[in-house]
């Protein structure tokens, strides 16, 4: 471990992890992006990023939310459409922001929100605050024309903004092999000049390292990064899409879950044991109870404001 707490990793990731199995288990859930599997990107990237910073999601948005410091009952509230979320439950898992704590905003369509990104990262730059921007998307956003236009500028105006691609190895169903050319995704960015890297995203540390090693030349003016964070994903697209891939691939993947994996290199090192581990495990499962409770008390908006906010 290097420039993050371990412990405090791993409970930030089994916050996650909590948090989205509440969530899958209610009945009804809404049409969620859960992050479950990718713990690792969400916390090591969030671990790099400072309170000027603004983090953009694609719509596999609610880990992310919660590493960047989202209260986790107004982001339930939010999932579930409740006026206690961020947005009084009207922008839901794919549309939510709280740019109070880092976090500018969601978009549910694949690639929408990169071209958004620039343009706050074009805001920070002129306002001069120090802060960057920090995009995350799916290797499915890696062949949307948004995303390469979005590069030029970026690399062309010397924007302070991070592009970092959460490569869970699937578009939906489709392998990233059979969508993409470049042998690396971060290969995208050499074309413009950028600082690249291609990393393990399992593995939070190291994470950690390289994302702060980016956001420093993001920071320092020498331009934009892009950072390939290669997950995987341990639940179907969706809660609603039917899982495609077979019980053997499926137990292969469970095999590398980033959040065993770290507990087991902490047990190895002496820092941890099976039954802290457990008591890490039940806090989380409390919270993300105490996340729902708060949600479930909570009221669905009033008819009469469907027209408020409605440009």
């Known amino acids: 471990m290097s420039r ?7 409970r930030a990731m089994l916050a996650i992890r909590a948090f989205e199995d509440a969530l899958a288990q209610r009945k009804n859930h809404g049409f969620q ?5 990718e713990e690792a990107v969400a916390v090591g990237l969030t671990s790099a990023l400072g309170p000027a910073d603004q983090l ?7 880990g992310p939310a919660l590493a960047r410091g989202v ?30 704590y880092g976090f500018f905003g969601a978009h549910a369509v694949v690639g ?33 024309g948004a995303l390469h236009e979005t590069m030029n500028f970026a690399a062309l105006w010397t924007l302070p903004i991070l592009f970092v691609c959460n490569n869970n190895q699937l578009s939906v169903s489709t392998a990233r092999e ?5 042998a ?14 291609t990393i393990d995203g399992l593995d939070v540390a190291h994470v950690a390292e390289v994302a702060a090693e980016a956001v420093g030349h993001v920071r320092a003016g020498r331009g934009p990064a892009f950072l390939e964070c290669q997950s995987i994903r341990l639940r179907s697209h969706s809660t609603t899409a039917r899982e495609t891939r077979s019980r053997a691939e499926l137990a292969e993947l469970r095999a590398r879950c ?47 404001e469907v027209l408020q906010h409605v440009v």
């Not at 992006?33 to 599997?37: A, N, Q, R, V």
């Not at 805001?123 to 062949?143: E, L, S, T, Y």
């Open 4 to 10: 993050i707490d371990p412990i405090q990793a791993l």
């Open 178 to 182: 059979a969508s993409m050319a470049p």
């Open 258 to 304: 980033p959040i065993q994996r770290l507990a087991a290199s902490l047990i190895e090192a002496g820092l941890l044991d099976a039954a802290q581990f457990a008591t890490l495990q039940l806090e989380a499962t409390a919270a993300a109870a105490q996340a729902m409770a708060h949600a479930e008390a909570s009221p669905y908006p009033s008819a009469q």
């Open 71 to 100: 209260p986790a009952g107004a982001l339930m509230a939010e999932l579930l459409g409740k006026v206690d979320g961020m947005n009084r439950g009207r922008a839901g898992r794919g549309h939510m922001s709280a740019p109070d």
């Open 33 to 37: 992006l859960l992050s479950t599997g």
């Open 56 to 62: 953009l999601t694609g719509g596999r948005s609610i």
């Open 112 to 144: 929408g929100n990169i071209s958004v990104a620039a343009g706050v990262a074009l805001a920070k730059q002129m306002d001069r605050d120090g802060g960057i921007v920090a995009i995350m998307f799916g290797d499915g956003a890696c062949g949307a």
């Open 184 to 197: 690396a995704l971060s290969d995208l960015g050499v074309a413009f000049g950028m600082w690249t890297r």
